[in-house]
T-cell receptor, first 113, second 113 residues
């Protein structure tokens, strides 16, 4: 298996623009997670899905953030409009169960100017 | 406050030495713990895990120790190599609510040749 695949690896955009991050989980994993990593706050859980259904989105910063999982092999995290404080590395991870080890993708480095 | 934290933000060792990275947790209900390694520009990579019914677990060159009495977790790396240089995170499953993993801020391990 290729592991969790994220795209793009790097994204540079201007404030106010829409940003879409993409993730392909490991086949067979029923859980998909979106994390944000910054130096100040470390790894923060934004949202997670079970069988394509959002279970907990309490970590989503505000209404500018939205996430979807239209099928078992694809998820998106969208920021609209983006702001400089959204600059961070965004990781997608997947797992077989909610309380066991996560497998992370390589992340998307987002810079909002 | 941060319930999963690390005592040493940076640990510098010589190649061949044994390394010990520590982690404190505050939730006595936590029943599952994981150590991750994150190299620069990559996502966190699973190293080893342990459940609360165990005190010790060994992997290849790594050992995790769990002291539930003082809520302390440690990762021991034997014969540390330059390739071990990375940030190491502990994560706990708090066994409450949605039971997702909570990550600590991380410890940087620097291995000198």
């Amino acid at each position: 298996d290729a592991g969790v695949i994220q795209s793009p690896r790097h994204e540079v955009t201007e404030m106010g623009q829409e940003v879409t991050l993409r993730c392909k989980p490991i086949s067979g994993h029923d859980y998909l997670f979106w994390y944000r990593q910054t130096m100040m706050r470390g790894l923060e859980l934004l949202i997670y899905f079970n069988n394509n259904v959002p279970i907990d989105d309490s970590g989503m910063p505000e209404d500018r953030f939205s996430a979807k999982m239209p099928n078992a092999s694809f998820s998106t995290l969208k920021i609209q409009p983006s702001e400089p404080r959204d600059s961070a590395v965004y990781f997608c991870a997947s797992s077989l169960t909610v309380d066991e080890k996560l497998f992370f993708g390589s992340g998307t480095q987002l810079s909002v100017l | 406050g941060e319930s999963v934290g690390l005592h040493l933000p940076t640990l510098s060792v010589q190649e061949g030495d044994n390394s010990i990275i520590n982690c404190a947790y505050s939730n006595s209900a936590s029943d599952y713990f994981i150590w991750y390694k994150q190299e620069s520009g990559k996502g966190p990579q699973f190293i080893i895990d342990i459940r609360s019914n165990m005190d010790k677990r060994q992997g290849q060159r790594v050992t995790v120790l769990l002291n539930k009495t003082v809520k302390h977790l440690s990762l021991q790396i034997a014969a540390t190599q330059p390739g071990d240089s990375a940030v190491y995170f502990c994560a706990e499953n708090r066994n409450s609510g949605y039971s997702t993993l909570t990550f600590g801020k991380g410890t940087m391990l620097l291995v000198s040749p």
